[in-house]
């Protein structure tokens, strides 16, 4: 009733997991007023951030000033339910993460680990970019990205099928098509 | 006379290795003729980050009568693996409706090497994995093994290869690369192509389809 109601924006959740890893250059990056900011000004009111095995402890909010509301927690069973609410994703560049966030059709920036050896990861987050199926970032230009972002003009992405595999394997093992 | 002998066994004995070798190495990769069974009992070997999410994935267009039973191994150091696998077992009911029977074993092996170990410590490690999986191999002589990467199907495909070229057991060996692997392959599937150790290979992007044209292109499983 009355004015509280007014100006009471929709919630609408940022949800940042970096999966089973320790990155805390993301961690770091969206605990950063750069970036909470921007994610602000684009309409976010929530950020929930799954630190993973990460060294770094953001700040925790309550929002009580207009800023964003911040919240976080280590590790869940399943990030699911996290990720269906969530209006944005920003990931580390696991394939697992990736895939379940791109199936859930939600927007999704990739922020690829740069402290990893052997970085392999990189090649499929800049495919899928290029395919226009999400948007990649490096931790230090996160509120740029975030900040240019068309979430519209993200590309859907139809899942992948392992039927063709199933086919080439049975029809060597001499089983009939099914 | 006796050493006579002796030269004269060795060298039978290396030229039938030989011969058996190059049969391997021509009828591996060749659909299964003569060979074909009903059932095939199944090891899969899983892996961190995204490989046993992918492998369950294909295991759920596989029909679950013709791989059985089936052996799930993952690394001794990988917590969530085996889990996921058992849920997925445990999930599984036939067409009658019926809880499918519990014939899935669940193993772990030594890592030949741990992200970060130095390569010094590395020589015995792997040493000893390969003992491990010499030993797992010896108990379970699968007749197929699926595997998409992990470092831990090297010394389990390099033992397969052996039991092929000791006629010990057959396995049919089917290699999926990552769908993380768009343009290079894995040091996995680097040593499997290479080597010509898996019967079939299969990739998920076209780039690496067209650098390693003996591949299978498969599109994303994804």
């Known amino acids: 009733m009355g004015d509280a109601e007014d100006g009471v924006r929709p919630k609408r959740?940022?949800?940042?997991?970096?999966?089973?890893?320790?990155?805390?250059?993301?961690?770091?990056?969206?605990?950063?007023?750069?970036?909470?900011?921007?994610?602000?000004?684009?309409?976010?009111?929530d950020l929930v951030i799954q630190m993973g095995r990460g060294t770094y402890t953001p700040k925790k909010s309550n929002g009580e000033d207009g800023s964003l509301v911040v919240d976080y927690f280590t590790f869940s069973p399943s990030i699911v339910d996290y990720l269906r609410s969530a209006s944005l994703v920003i990931s580390h560049a696991g394939s697992g993460s990736i895939f379940?966030?791109?199936?859930?059709?939600?927007?999704?920036?990739?922020v690829v680990n740069e402290d990893l050896m052997d970085n392999h990861q990189t090649e499929l987050a800049e495919e899928l970019a290029e395919r226009k199926h999400l948007y990649c970032a490096r931790p230090q230009a996160l509120y740029k990205t975030i900040a240019d972002m068309d979430v519209e003009s993200l590309l859907?992405?139809?899942?992948?099928?392992?039927?063709?595999?199933?086919?080439?394997?049975n029809r060597f093992l001499g089983f009939p098509d099914d | 006379m006796a050493f006579g002998s002796v030269v004269a066994?060795?060298?039978?004995?290396?030229?039938?290795?030989?011969?058996?070798f190059l049969y391997i190495l021509r009828w591996s990769g060749k659909p299964l003729h003569g060979k074909s069974r009903r059932t095939y009992s199944t090891l899969i070997v899983l892996g961190s980050g995204g490989h046993t999410a992918e492998m369950l994935n294909l295991l759920s267009v596989l029909q679950k009568d013709r791989?059985?039973?089936?052996?799930?191994?993952?690394?001794?150091?990988?917590?969530?693996?085996?889990?996921?696998?058992?849920?997925?077992?445990?999930?599984?009911?036939?067409?009658?409706g019926v809880k499918v029977e519990e014939t899935a074993k669940y193993l772990q092996i030594y890592r030949s090497r741990e992200v970060g170990q130095s390569y010094v410590t590395s020589v015995w490690t792997?040493?000893?994995?390969?003992?491990?999986?010499?030993?797992?191999?010896?108990?379970l002589r699968p007749e197929v093994i699926l595997c998409n990467g992990p470092g831990t199907c090297i010394p389990l495909c390099a033992i397969a290869f052996l039991f092929k070229v000791l006629g010990i057991r057959w396995s049919s060996i089917f290699y999926m690369e990552s769908i993380a692997r768009v343009k290079r392959l894995s040091l996995s599937g680097l040593l499997l192509?290479?080597?010509?150790?898996?019967?079939?290979?299969?990739?998920?992007?076209?780039?690496?389809?067209r650098k390693y044209p003996r591949a299978e292109y498969v599109g994303c499983l994804m």
């Open chain 1, 13 to 45: 959740t940022v949800f940042v997991t970096v999966g089973t890893t320790c990155f805390d250059a993301l961690v770091r990056a969206v605990d950063t007023r750069e970036v909470q900011q921007e994610l602000s000004a684009r309409g976010y009111t």
């Open chain 1, 100 to 110: 379940e966030t791109l199936r859930l059709g939600k927007p999704l920036i990739v």
């Open chain 1, 156 to 169: 859907p992405y139809v899942s992948g099928d392992a039927a063709p595999v199933a086919k080439h394997i």
């Open chain 2, 9 to 20: 066994a060795l060298t039978a004995l290396v030229l039938l290795i030989l011969i058996r």
């Open chain 2, 67 to 96: 791989f059985t039973p089936r052996f799930y191994i993952a690394a001794a150091t990988d917590n969530m693996s085996l889990q996921k696998a058992r849920v997925m077992e445990d999930s599984l009911i036939d067409v009658a």
């Open chain 2, 126 to 139: 792997t040493l000893v994995a390969t003992a491990h999986a010499l030993y797992l191999m010896i108990l």
């Open chain 2, 193 to 209: 192509y290479k080597l010509q150790v898996a019967d079939q290979f299969f990739v998920q992007w076209p780039e690496l389809q």
